[in-house]
Structure formats: C-alpha cells, structure tokens
C-alpha cells in the first residue's frame, strides 16, 4: 500500500512540474512582443549569427567541376552537369543544381571543395509556391544573385526559371509528294489494240 501512494505521489509531482512549465511558458507568449515587431522582417534582414548555415552561395566563375561537393553529399542533393572544355583542359559548368526539398543543411558539401566556391550563406527564406521551386540552379542565376552575401531571394529564383523561348515549337509538316501521273500500261502482244 505505501508503494501505489507512493507513486500516485510521484505521479501528481510530475504531471504538476509539467503544467507548471507550460502554464508558465503560455504566459510568457502573452508578455512577449511579435517578432515582426522586432526586426520589420520583410523590409530588413534579421540579424543572424556568423556561422550560420542557410541557403548556399555558389562562385561559377571558381568552380572546376570535380564533383567532391556532389560526392560528400549524403543526401545525393546537388546535380552538376558539367561538359569538357573544348578551348582547354577542365570542365564548363553548364548547371549546378541544389534541391532544397532534399537539403539538410549540413554542411558537408563546403569541406571537400578544393577552391572554396560553396559555403553556407546567410539566406534563411527561400518561398515558393510549388516544389519545383525548391530547385535552385545557381548556374543560370545572375552572378550577383547567386555569389556574395546578397540574399538568395524567391524572386531572383523565380526569374531564373522563366523560359524565354517556347519549350516546344511544332515543326513544320513535310511537303506531301506530289501525285504521280497514271501511267497507261503497254499492250502486251497477246492481247488486241483498243
């Protein structure tokens, strides 16, 4: 009998430590100011901590294409498609793709990069309306867009995506052959003249 009272004791403590605690912090959401009130967040940035690890920033113009980014990514979410350069010896970066729906944001794609042109930048919201925003191909980015400590913005990305030209144009149809003249078969010399 003295353990159940016992620990219908030490139940009644903790459920009481709890509601305690949450009782307490209900309160304090009461107390505190909104945080846009703080910082006008989408007028100004918020202040952030130095080793903060947000969105990437990429440097095209450093980038040699080895691939070691893409390798040391555990969650296989960067995609380089990179061709020979035919003026030289390495490799023209014709796309460097991040998928952010994949991304956790370790950062162990900014170690192995023999020149540095990966780290984690500062950007913290990258919005958009559908996955395939998510998608970040830092090689059509504009190069002050896409490099430096300027924010990544949804727009900038937005923009990157837009075709300019139709995805697909329907060719023209072939010229049809033109109809053979009907040919009047020779008479044979077995049969009659007509």
């Known amino acids: 009998m003295r353990d159940w009272l016992q620990n219908v004791r030490l139940a009644i403590s903790t459920i009481a430590a709890g509601m305690y605690v949450t009782l307490w912090t209900m309160a304090q959401s009461f107390r505190r100011k909104p945080f846009t009130q703080h910082f006008e967040y989408p007028e100004k940035p918020i202040p952030i901590r130095p080793r903060y690890r947000g969105f990437h920033r990429y ?24 061709a020979k350069n035919p003026a030289g010896k390495g490799f023209v970066i014709n796309g460097f793709k991040i998928d952010y729906t994949k991304c956790m944001f370790c950062s162990l ?22 996955r395939d925003g998510c998608v970040v191909d830092y090689a059509t980015l504009p190069l002050d ?20 030209l139709p995805v697909w144009v329907k060719p023209p149809d072939p010229p049809k052959p033109a109809p053979a003249p009907a040919a009047t078969p020779a008479p044979t010399p077995d049969q009659p003249k007509a």
């Open 59 to 82: 440097d095209l113009t450093t980038c040699i294409g080895c691939d070691k980014c893409a390798k040391a990514c555990p969650v296989d979410c960067i995609y380089i498609d990179k």
């Open 109 to 130: 794609c900014v170690d192995p990069c023999p020149v540095d042109c990966i780290f984690m930048g500062s950007t913290h919201d990258l919005s958009c309306f559908g």
């Open 145 to 164: 867009v896409a490099w430096g400590q300027a924010t990544l913005n949804p727009t900038a990305v937005f923009e990157s995506k837009k075709v300019a």
